[in-house]
Nanobody, 123 residues
Framework: VQLQACGGGSVQDGGSLRLSCAAS????????MGWFRQAPGKEREFVAA????????HYADSVKDRFTISRDNVKNTVYLQMNSLKPEDTAVYYC?????????????????WGQGTLVTVSS
């Protein structure tokens, strides 16, 4: 499956952005989808995941209650709505797809990755 992420940009502290990740090539609804991020000088980390149907979600503690992951299995797209953004949210954000069926936070479980989109939050 090919993934194309977009929606990154520069916002002020407290602002909002919505990232999108469009999938093509295979049946989108067969994949658990996740968002990860990598801040400058740091390792990539889990942000959020959503089950194949969209009925279940999971978030990193650092983004819980601020970020919302959702998906549209008709449009083959997964979203990450980010509210109350903080400077520490600055990172390149990646969407990823896992064909294993079980929602996971483990980066190595995701087989397919988008190219990343940069989010910069200034204070």
């Amino acid at each position: 499956v090919q993934l194309q992420a977009c929606g990154g940009g520069s916002v002020q502290d407290g602002g909002s952005l919505r990232l999108s990740c469009a999938a093509s090539g295979r049946t989108f609804s067969n994949y658990v989808m996740g968002w990860f991020r990598q801040a400058p000088g740091k390792e990539r980390e889990f942000v959020a995941a959503i089950s194949r149907s969209g009925s279940r979600t999971h978030y990193a503690d650092s983004v819980k209650d601020r970020f919302t992951i959702s998906r549209d299995n008709v449009k083959n797209t997964v979203y990450l709505q980010m509210n109350s953004l903080k400077p520490e949210d600055t990172a390149v954000y990646y969407c990823a797809a896992d064909g294993g069926g079980v929602m996971t936070t483990v980066e190595a479980k995701y087989q397919y990755w988008g190219q990343g989109t940069l989010v910069t939050v200034s204070s």
